[in-house]
């Protein structure tokens, strides 16, 4: 009687030892399943990387683009801030207001590209313009000269509102100008964005401008 419940429980304990074997093996494979998903999920999360990384391709048009951008639209914003005080149009007040709200940003955008770039971004000049030989790129289109900025400066009313305009009209022609030069000859596909961006914004601008210029 002894011997026959011992050899049961032998043969119990024996079927538990090989039920837990099969669990094992089980989970073992689960786990091996689980580790070629994550594999897989790895392999997928470099990809966005890899992206990520791609956008950072640049050439010397794009370091151009956004240097003399940036020097450009700070003498926009110059020649804007001026109609605070001395238009007398309100529209070309609330024009003035546009460009820079519109402008500032892009600055900001395009000095974090030349910092990612490892290139040196344009200082502001000590009157808090444009140092226009700071990048030693030369006349860029559009750009005012010292002279032309003292006699905006000077002008008040509606001799301001129609100088004003007559200056941003050639100033936004350079700056599509430089624009399209960036859109065929840059490799950064957000420059080349915001160079088709700033084209069809300021050709906007400057149709208004026209507009407004046949009424002040």
């Known amino acids: 009687m002894l011997i026959r419940f011992s050899a049961l429980r032998c043969a119990l304990i024996g079927g538990a030892a090989v039920s837990a074997a ?8 689960t786990d091996s399943s689980s580790s070629g998903m994550d594999h897989g999920s790895g ?28 020097e450009h639209h700070r003498q926009a914003i110059e020649m804007a801030s001026l109609a605070d005080t001395r238009a007398a149009s309100t529209d ?5 207001t546009k460009i820079k709200q519109a402008q500032q940003p892009e600055i900001d955008t395009m000095t974090g590209w030349l910092t ?14 444009m140092d226009m030989g700071s990048m030693s790129h030369g006349p860029m289109p559009g750009a005012m000269t010292d002279a032309d ?6 002008a008040k009313g509606a001799a301001f509102d129609k100088q004003f305009l007559t200056m ?15 859109s ?31 009424k002040v």
């Open 149 to 154: 900025m003292s006699k905006l400066m000077d």
């Open 22 to 29: 099969l669990v094992l093996s089980a989970c073992g494979g």
């Open 116 to 129: 990612a770039w490892d290139k040196p971004a344009p200082m502001p000049s000590m009157s808090g313009g």
């Open 168 to 182: 941003m009209i050639a100033h936004h022609q350079g700056a599509v100008t430089m624009a399209k030069q960036e």
């Open 184 to 214: 065929t000859q840059g490799s950064s596909p957000d420059a080349k964005a915001l160079a088709d961006k700033i084209v069809t914004d300021q050709q906007a601008e400057i149709t208004q401008m026209q507009d407004l210029l046949k």
């Open 43 to 70: 392999m997928a999360t470099t990809e966005p990387a890899a992206s990520a990384s791609a956008d950072t391709v640049f050439n010397d048009a794009d370091v151009m683009f956004a240097q003399m951008m940036i």
């Open 92 to 96: 070309v007040k609330a024009l003035a």
